[in-house]
């Protein structure tokens, strides 16, 4: 623990949240044409919106909301699921709850349930995510090392991608096997207000859920019987956890599909800046996560027009040489 | 006067048989563009088979009449079976057929894709050809020409801009009979404008800053679900066309060239603004 980097709490908010903010009105800047974005903003709020007002409230600021929504819900389930089962490498990623949502969103989308239903999307994504992460919950056992836990995650993983291609070929629409990309790497092009007003409900249930949870989770770290001691149920705890990171993470990975190593790579670099105290840890990771992503995704557009770089790609050529980093760190300490 | 006649005799009997070397009696068509040219073109007995793509609605125009036909899958046994002295194939049929085909000392004749109005002039042309049918060729290409000088005399001064949008941002620019039919019908078509060329697509930014008066689509599965097809229903699409809905050009009018473009072209007519 180096002091020097243990800033004050509200310091580090405070700066994550101004990068947030730049982030976030940097990306209403950025599109396939130039734009007069402060004209436009004003023109959206008009009676009859310009077409200029049109593309910045109904393509860019939908893109960077749901950038930014998605992003903190990939960054708090990661803090949240690493404080409650003390184990670096948890995270919605690699323990299947993201490869879980997106099966049971692709289950509802591509077979018409969505048509029927209007939440039946994000609410098979949250089945989904619940399911895969109890799995591996499941088959890890309550005192998993990382190795198992990651295990059980990749087995979990594997089924969940299988399902997910076998559905896309099955399904009716001819379009449908093209977008097995979509659903394994994230993309948060091309969506609507409307995409976005369907994630927000279940994330922000999963938001609330999660931010009370930072005292039971630095009682946690002290082992679970002091914890017991101090009055906190560890069932009630994992099933809060849980349910919450289904309800977030589920709804937002219904929309954008699942985007690797968010979850797994803020908390980490934060860690230490909140002198490893799990409630801290907690919204600073929703600030980076949000932070990460919103960075990604203007990274995508950054590429010349027509190549449709996937954000996940981008997250993913980042976070898999930290999750490799994260490997060989912990090999050392084994040894 | 008895050499005259045997001369008289020969010379009928030459003239017969150079028109029956002409006239294919057994032809089978392996690729849905040719199927349809050879059913609207073709003495019925003269059709030997079509393909099995042709009994389709949704693709192919003439799915009715290929019904009364044998059908076949583009497989070599199944067309040595029908015992054919002209096959007729597509520009991209399966390479491996056609050579197997050819070598085994069958007629294959191969049609180009058509992206204009000219291409398809020319594919009936060809076909009418092939089969000794040019009168019934040149008649179904003036009945198309009339149809369409019919839509373009009634013209709007001052073209609207329309554009095909299609799932995962699909367009027809520049060289499809997409944009000869939008042109034709008196639209100004969008993705030509923005330099799209052939069948390519068009960012969503670009598209609504050209402001498209009308979206046209073409579904080719129509009633399904996927998120490339769910891209068509993005607000801002409706807002930018005062609510107005996308107006459905059936997919059988341009998949292959043929004089149903004329249908197309008049369901555009139709969609203009009064």
């Known amino acids: 623990m180096t002091p020097l980097l243990k800033l004050h709490q509200g310091t580090l908010a405070a700066i994550l949240a101004s990068l947030v903010c730049l ?61 409650l089962l003390r184990n670096p490498l948890a995270s919605p990623g690699l323990i299947g709850s993201a490869s879980g949502a997106a099966l049971g969103a692709v289950g509802m989308l591509y077979f018409g349930f969505g ?27 309550r005192e998993a090392g990382s190795l198992t836990l990651i295990l059980a995650g990749v087995a979990i993983n594997a089924l969940a991608l299988a399902m997910i291609s076998l559905l896309l070929n099955l399904a009716p629409s001819p379009y449908a096997v093209r977008e097995i990309v979509l659903w394994m790497m994230g993309s948060i092009a091309n969506h609507s207000m409307h995409d976005f007003w369907t994630m927000l409900p279940g994330v922000l249930l999963g938001w609330l859920m999660l931010l009370g949870t930072g005292r039971s989770l630095d009682a946690l770290t002290l082992g679970e019987e002091t914890a017991s001691t101090m009055g906190i149920s560890l069932v009630v705890l994992r099933w809060r956890i849980f349910l919450a990171v289904a309800l977030s993470v589920g709804s937002a990975v219904s929309i954008t599909g699942s985007i690797g190593f968010v979850g797994l790579v803020v908390p980490h670099l934060l860690r230490p800046l909140v002198g490893y105290q799990p409630s801290r840890l907690l919204l600073g990771s929703a600030l980076g996560g949000a932070a990460l992503l919103l960075a990604a995704d203007i990274a995508t557009r950054l590429f010349p027009a027509g190549t449709d770089i996937k954000v996940g790609v981008l997250t993913s050529l980042v976070g898999a040489p930290f999750f490799l980093y994260l490997i060989l760190k912990s090999r050392r300490y084994q040894l | 006067m008895h050499r005259g006649l045997l001369t008289c005799l020969l010379l009928i009997g030459m003239i017969s048989t150079v028109g029956g070397a002409e006239h294919p009696r057994r032809v089978v068509s392996v690729n849905l563009c040719t199927d349809q040219l050879l059913l609207m073109l073709g003495e019925p007995g003269q059709i030997a088979s079509v393909s099995h793509l042709a009994l389709e609605p949704n693709s192919s125009y003439m799915a009715r009449q290929a019904t009364d036909y044998p059908i076949n899958h583009g497989k070599a046994e199944e067309i040595l079976a029908l015992k054919p002295d002209l096959i007729v194939a597509g520009a991209y049929t399966d390479r491996s057929l056609i050579a197997l085909l050819k070598k085994l000392g069958y007629r294959v004749e191969q049609f180009p894709l058509s992206s204009s109005i000219d291409d398809i002039r020319d594919n009936i042309r060809l076909m009418a050809r092939l089969i000794g049918r040019g009168v019934r060729g040149e008649a179904l290409i003036a009945e198309m020409d009339r149809r369409l000088q019919q839509v373009t005399r009634r013209r709007p001064a001052v073209r609207p801009r329309g554009v095909f949008y299609q799932p995962n941002g699909y367009t027809g620019g520049i060289d499809t009979l997409q ?96």
Not at chain 2, 202 to 224: K, M, N
Not at chain 2, 233 to 248: D, K, N, Q, S, W
């Open chain 1, 115 to 141: 048509t029927l239903l209007p939440l039946a999307v994000p609410m098979g994504g949250m089945a989904g995510a619940l399911l895969a992460t109890f799995l591996v919950y499941l088959m890890a056992g």
């Open chain 1, 23 to 83: 982030l976030f009105v940097t990306s209403l800047f950025i599109g396939s044409n130039p734009l007069p974005v402060w004209q436009a903003a004003r023109e959206s709020l008009l009676d009859t919106p310009t077409v200029i007002g049109l593309i910045f409230s109904e393509i860019r600021l939908p893109r960077a909301l749901i950038a930014l929504v998605t992003g903190a819900t990939l960054g708090l389930a990661g803090a949240a699921m690493q404080g």
């Open chain 2, 179 to 274: 944009h000869s039919a939008l042109e034709l019908a008196g639209w100004e078509n969008i993705a030509a404008s923005e330099g799209v060329v052939g069948y390519g697509t068009i960012d969503l930014e670009r598209l609504v800053l050209a402001r498209p008066e009308q979206l046209f689509t073409s579904s080719y599965a129509p009633g399904t679900r996927s998120r490339g097809q769910d891209q068509l229903e993005h607000p801002v699409l409706r807002r930018l066309t005062r609510g107005r809905a996308p107006v459905e050009v059936g997919y059988k009018y341009w998949i292959c060239g043929g004089p149903m473009i004329a249908d197309a072209v008049e369901i555009l007519h139709r969609s203009l603004p009064r």
